[in-house]
């Protein structure tokens, strides 16, 4: 399997802040990484494919880049509705799909 | 409009078998594979396999390969999830997730882009 590691773990910031969420592959994806918002008693929704896609409806806050092993997620002026969980997922070798362990972005 | 509904939340006691639906309608069933995802308590996402609707075939995850079985009948455009004998370490929420997938770069991607409701199992003696 592919292993997937996000940092950090969890965060705080305020609103108005740019976050960065940062996801390292072990093994190349090359772009087939894809990120998802995930809040309590929702369901995960998916913010960018191909590494810096941006899926239809997202706003442009939100920003993905990199190749490779090594990916980023940035969201620019956090706005309160981006506090959630935040995974990233390969799908260049499957099975499995492999997620991170998930950022969790919390109000400071 | 897309739609994936789930069946609703279970208790089981260890030992006892399970099978869990979702509901695909909106679009053509058969031409998108359905994933099951996991969240236990407190954790994050665990892919756990796929079906491609059209011919039955199925992937596992190593991590959850024979503890679990993926099928679906497309008569009723509905995908499953079953256990044999479920632990309490089963206990979590699952999701089903429709697949779509993307050319770039001369390769096939993928990306989950509706989910369903989530179906909460719970595990306990």
């Known amino acids: 399997d592919i292993q997937m590691t996000q940092s950090p773990s969890s965060l705080s910031a305020s609103v108005g802040d740019t976050v960065t969420i940062t996801c390292r592959a072990s093994?190349?994806?090359?772009?087939?990484l894809n990120w998802y918002q995930h809040k309590p008693g929702k369901v995960p929704k998916l913010l960018i494919y191909a590494a810096s896609s941006l899926q239809s409806g997202v706003p442009s806050r939100f920003s993905g880049s990199g190749s490779g092993t090594d990916f980023t997620l940035t969201i620019s002026s956090l706005q309160p509705e981006d506090f959630a969980t935040y995974y990233c997922?390969?799908?260049?070798?499957?099975?499995?799909?492999?997620f991170g362990q998930g950022t969790k972005v919390e109000i400071k | 409009e897309v739609q994936l509904v789930q069946s609703g939340a279970e208790v089981r006691k260890p030992g006892e078998s399970l099978k869990i639906s979702c509901e695909g309608s909106g679009y053509n069933f058969t031409t998108y594979e359905i994933a099951w995802v996991r969240q236990p308590p407190g954790k994050g996402l665990e892919w756990m396999g796929i079906?491609?609707?059209?011919?039955?075939?199925?992937r596992y995850s190593p991590s959850f390969e024979g503890q679990v079985t993926i099928s679906v009948d497309k008569s009723i455009n509905t995908a499953y999830l079953q256990w044999g004998s479920l632990k309490a370490s089963d206990t979590a929420i699952y999701y089903c997730?429709?697949?779509?997938?993307?050319?770039?770069?001369?390769?096939?991607?993928?990306?989950?882009?509706?989910w369903g409701q989530g179906t909460l199992v719970t595990v306990s003696s």
């Open positions: 997922q390969q799908t260049y070798i499957t099975p499995p799909e492999t």
């Open positions: 093994h190349s994806v090359r772009r087939f």
């Open positions: 079906i491609y609707t059209g011919d039955s075939d199925t």
């Open positions: 997730a429709r697949r779509e997938t993307y050319y770039y770069d001369s390769s096939f991607g993928t990306y989950f882009d509706y």
